[in-house]
T-cell receptor
Framework: GAGVSQTPSNKVTEKGKYVELRCDPISGHTALYWYRQSLGQGPEFLIYFQGTGAADDSGLPNDRFFAVRPEGSVSTLKIQRTERGDSAVYLC??????????FGPGTRLTVL | KQEVTQIPAALSVPEGENLVLNCSFTDSAIYNLQWFRQDPGKGLTSLLLIQSSQREQTSGRLNASLDKSSGRSTLYIAASQPGDSATYLCAVRGPTGANSKLTFGKGITLSVRP
């Protein structure tokens, strides 16, 4: 079926606002990951879900960042009180059984 | 803490040249290693996955090798073409198991000149 999809593709917001970024995984993939990529850098891990639960959230930079996956499929990354330093491309990836991670096209977040 | 290094940051070669992209990692206790391609403004496309027990993987003009004990991997591109121009990222998974996170290098930006 279709690959990983992410919406919106671009998001521009003002400092202090709240944003939600959505990831639709490949059907049947139980593992879901969020990464953040700043300009000129490789992606950096944020959080990993196995099913509905966050199995590893050690990459979340602070408590303004939160992610959910209530039904074990779609995931939403939520950022409160956005700061200019949050500007980056947010990537979602999914995998099945410890094999390749397949990435979505990303959401480019710009905080003015 | 795992660290992945890719040097140089950028590379420019003439069309038709065979080339090698290098990747090194500090913790050899990895589950697998994956090479990705990223075009400007796009997401990541998986090129090759090498499990920790494997030495190499091949796909078309691409060959990736893994020397886990020395913490090194190489991506070999044969007969390079302008369409190969992109950023190539190396990432390692583990060691905490099959579903652990990927740790990425910063990537090598390749330009193949016609």
């Amino acid at each position: 079926g279709a690959g990983v999809s992410q919406t919106p593709s671009n998001k521009v917001t003002e400092k202090g606002k709240y944003v939600e970024l959505r990831c639709d995984p490949i059907s049947g993939h139980t593992a879901l990951y969020w990464y953040r990529q700043s300009l000129g850098q490789g992606p950096e891990f944020l959080i990993y879900f196995q099913g509905t639960g966050a199995a590893d959230d050690s990459g979340l930079p602070n408590d303004r960042f939160f992610a959910v996956r209530p039904e074990g499929s779609v995931s939403t990354l939520k950022i409160q009180r956005t700061e200019r330093g949050d500007s980056a491309v947010y990537l979602c990836a999914t995998s099945s059984g410890g094999n390749e991670q397949f990435f979505g096209p990303g959401t480019r977040l710009t905080v003015l | 803490k795992q660290e992945v290094t890719q040097i140089p940051a950028a590379l420019s070669v003439p069309e038709g040249e065979n080339l090698v992209l290098n990747c090194s990692f500090t913790d050899s206790a990895i589950y697998n290693l994956q090479w990705f391609r990223q075009d400007p403004g796009k997401g990541l496309t998986s090129l090759l996955l090498i499990q920790s027990s494997q030495r190499e993987q091949t796909s078309g003009r691409l060959n990736a090798s893994l020397d886990k004990s020395s913490g090194r991997s190489t991506l070999y591109i044969a007969a390079s073409q302008p369409g190969d121009s992109a950023t190539y990222l190396c990432a390692v998974r583990g060691p905490t198991g099959a579903n652990s996170k990927l740790t990425f290098g910063k990537g090598i930006t390749l330009s193949v000149r016609p």
